[in-house]
Structures are given as structure tokens and as C-alpha cells.
């Protein structure tokens, strides 16, 4: 079965960095799409970046276009979010995500908390 497993929140001090990484397993990794999706306390989840399943196309919320990078390494069945210059409004509970037959497919999310 597919199973998404999110490391590496935590936390850090405004203009801080963290690298997420997310491990999946139970499907064939390199032909998915992955995305990454965060949820702050009362508000919805959110859209935050996509990554190709090859790994050449990337797109990202505009929110943290140009602070966050996504990347993947299909060998390693994993996905990663690097998150560079980060802000309070950047705290949240951190998902990767993948799509399969018309269903989504969630971790268990990795707390990034960023504050002083």
C-alpha cells in the first residue's frame, strides 16, 4: 500500500533554514507526481509546491516562490522541500502528497514551527 512518511520539521528562527524530506514507499515512485501541502493551525491546507515525476517541472505557491526549492531523487524513492529565508506565517503542519488513480495519498505531516 502506499505509505508517504515527512521528517526533518522543527524548530528554527526566523531567516532560518530546514530541509523536509519525505519517504514513500508501496508504489512506483518515478512515475508520480509529488506535491508538498501545509496546514497552520485554523486554516485550510494549502497548496505548496509540485514536482514532476521526472523532476522537471517544479511549481510553487506564490508564498514562497523564490524561498522554497523542491526537489526529488527517484533512486531514493524520496521528495524534498528546502526552505530557506523562513517567516512565522511559514508555521504550519508539513504534507507530502501524492496522486494515484484518482485518489490522494497523504503522510502524517512533520511540525515546522518558525519563531523567535
Known amino acids: 500500500q502506499v505509505q508517504l512518511v515527512e521528517s526533518g520539521g522543527g524548530l528554527v528562527q526566523p531567516g532560518g533554514s530546514l530541509r523536509l524530506s519525505c519517504a514513500a514507499s508501496?508504489?512506483?515512485?518515478?512515475?508520480?507526481?509529488m506535491y508538498w501541502y501545509r496546514q497552520a493551525p485554523g486554516k485550510e491546507r494549502e497548496f505548496v509546491a509540485f514536482v514532476a515525476s521526472g523532476g522537471g517541472r517544479r511549481t510553487y505557491a506564490d508564498s514562497v516562490q523564490g524561498r522554497f526549492t523542491i526537489s526529488r531523487v527517484n533512486t531514493k524513492n524520496s521528495v524534498y522541500l528546502q526552505m530557506n529565508s523562513l517567516k512565522p506565517e511559514d508555521t504550519a503542519v508539513y504534507y507530502c502528497?501524492?496522486?494515484?488513480?484518482?485518489?490522494?495519498?497523504w503522510g502524517q505531516g512533520t511540525q515546522v514551527t518558525v519563531s523567535s
Open positions: 502528497k501524492t496522486q494515484q488513480g484518482g485518489n490522494d495519498y
Open positions: 508501496g508504489f512506483t515512485f518515478s512515475s508520480y507526481a
